[in-house]
């Protein structure tokens, strides 16, 4: 089974910048979650999608930040302008939601964002 | 709210045993979980417990949860030095089944 695949692994961008990154979930798994890992810390949620609907966003800093998920499936993540304090590993993570495997959240390999 | 913590750094010698600990603050939490993360790689699942079990046990791993106290622990048996890692405990909040991140414990293990 295919994991969380995420894209691109790596960036770095100036301050002000823009950048995307995308992520497809695990095939059939309804829930999607976009992470930020700072260096020497644990991974903090952004936001939470059900299917293409958000469930989650306390933790997104709105003015800079946006994500979608407009088909279900796949989602992006857009940071416009990018802050030096944006650099960090962006996870994305996927859940089935069903069945006793549906607790399990499984994470991809993260893209990592440095801004100089 | 919710707050997990870690203590940063264990060091020991290979086929010695690891424990780390963890203690959260969310009574509520349903599952509780251990990540495993190599350098330059994402979050790789361990094992995780359910909040109405005490201990549970996957080959050489053994997570154990005091629900009074909010303390977890994962004791990983025979260590390796491929178990090099940072460790991470999570806890799953009841409602919207997110997870709050403690900080990672850092396991070195020495020949």
């Known amino acids: 089974e295919a994991g969380v695949a995420q894209s691109p692994r790596y960036k770095i961008i100036e301050k002000r910048q823009s950048v995307a990154f995308w992520c497809n979930p695990i095939?059939?798994?309804?829930?999607l979650y976009w992470y930020q890992q700072i260096l020497g810390q644990g991974p903090k949620l952004l936001i939470q999608?059900?299917?293409?609907?958000?469930?989650?966003d306390s933790q997104l800093p709105k003015d800079r930040f946006s994500a979608e998920r407009l088909k279900g499936v796949d989602s992006t993540l857009k940071i416009q302008p990018a802050k030096l304090e944006d650099s960090a590993v962006y996870l994305c993570?996927?859940?089935?939601?069903?069945?006793?495997?549906?607790?399990?959240?499984?994470f991809g390999e993260g893209s990592w964002l440095t801004v100089v | 709210g919710e707050d997990v913590e870690q203590s940063l750094f264990l060091s020991v010698r290979e086929g010695d045993s690891s424990v780390i600990n963890c203690t959260y603050t969310d009574s509520s939490s349903t599952y509780l979980y251990w990540y495993k993360q190599e350098p330059g790689a994402g979050l790789q699942l361990l094992t995780y417990?359910?909040?109405?079990?005490d201990m549970k046990q996957d080959q050489r791993l053994t997570v154990l949860l005091n629900k009074k106290d909010k303390h977890l622990s994962l004791r990983i048996a025979d260590t390796q030095t491929g178990d090099s890692a940072i460790y991470f405990c999570a806890e799953r909040n009841s409602g919207y089944s997110t997870l709050t991140f403690g900080k990672g414990t850092m396991l070195l293990v020495s020949p």
């Open positions: 999608f059900q299917n293409n609907g958000v469930v989650d």
């Open positions: 993570a996927s859940k089935e939601n069903q069945g006793a495997v549906g607790n399990t959240i499984y």
């Open positions: 417990i359910f909040s109405n079990m």
């Open positions: 095939s059939g798994h309804a829930t």
